[in-house]
């Protein structure tokens, strides 16, 4: 294992550990809104500090991006870690046990780690640039589906855009019609690493950050799938807007959804 992957993969299950203990006491989870449904509790901002700690101890002169603590800045800034220590808040907070701890590592702007850890399932999910993806240390790949007709796709519905809500529906009404069905978990970054995985066979959704998408979109193309943005270009992070799975289906779904496309949307 590459050695910054493995603090990565530490920094994750140290996370994992203190999430997966207060699920169990949810009486001590304290929950702020931070705006529109848009959550946060105290259990997401000490997950965090526990991820950020473990990689300043090996890398103090990284750059650090946290969802809930903002940026941390580093004397190299070629490194830079994209942290989300709990994506899937609200499934915590509900008692749904379907969440995770992402973390990404852009090394001169290139994606180069990831980890995306489930730690209700004990699932780590892994990707190092050019050595491929694993889950538990087994080889993941995306599926090998040619047709919308036999997939099963995944989706988050755009709670923080409403205003491209008659869009979103207009995408999710062609899906339901053409793919054999639709899941909407609630993580986009256990959405992804399911398309790694080959669980799911493609994914969309309107409006994610870098910290939602960062570590899956490494774990995709490592696993031989095609992420782009919603015109079939290379935009999904200044956009948010993302397609994600292998290149027949990605296709596929571009082709699905450019005629829903609003000016915003396009861009």
């Known amino acids: 294992m590459h050695p910054m992957l493995n603090i990565a993969v530490r920094a994750a299950r140290n996370a994992g550990k203190i999430i997966a203990n207060s699920f169990e006491e949810q009486d001590k989870i304290e929950t702020e809104q931070k705006g529109g449904n848009d959550f946060v509790t105290n259990i997401d901002r000490e997950a965090e500090f526990a991820i950020i700690n473990t990689i300043r101890k090996s890398y103090p002169d990284h750059c650090i ?9 580093g004397e190299n800034p070629d490194y830079v870690w994209i942290v989300d220590p709990l994506d899937g808040t609200t499934n915590f ?6 969440f995770c701890v992402s973390i990404a590592l852009r090394v001169k702007g290139k994606l180069d780690q990831a980890v995306i850890y489930d730690p209700m399932r004990a699932e780590l999910f892994t990707a190092s640039r050019g050595a491929g993806a694993q889950l538990n240390d087994y080889r993941i ?17 755009p709670h923080k855009c409403k205003h491209h809500l008659d869009a979103y529906l207009g995408m999710f009404k062609d899906f339901f019609i053409e793919a054999s069905d639709i ?45 782009t943005d919603f015109v079939g270009g290379p935009n999904q992070d200044k956009s ?6 292998n290149s ?20």
């Open 183 to 227: 899941r909407r978990s609630g993580s986009a970054a256990l959405d992804l690493a399911y398309v790694a995985a080959g669980r799911v066979d493609g994914f969309w959704e309107i409006g994610l950050k870098p910290w939602d998408t960062a570590a899956g979109q490494l774990m995709v193309k490592e696993a031989g799938g095609l992420i």
């Open 93 to 98: 907070i509900k008692g749904i046990p379907h």
């Open 248 to 267: 027949k289906v990605t296709r596929a779904m571009v082709k699905t959804i450019r005629p829903h496309l609003t000016e915003a949307l396009a861009k």
């Open 65 to 73: 991006i946290g969802e809930e603590s903002g940026e941390h800045k």
């Open 141 to 157: 790949r995306c599926s090998k589906a040619k047709d919308i007709d036999v997939t099963v796709l995944a989706t988050g519905f």
């Open 240 to 245: 948010g807007n993302i397609i994600a799975g």
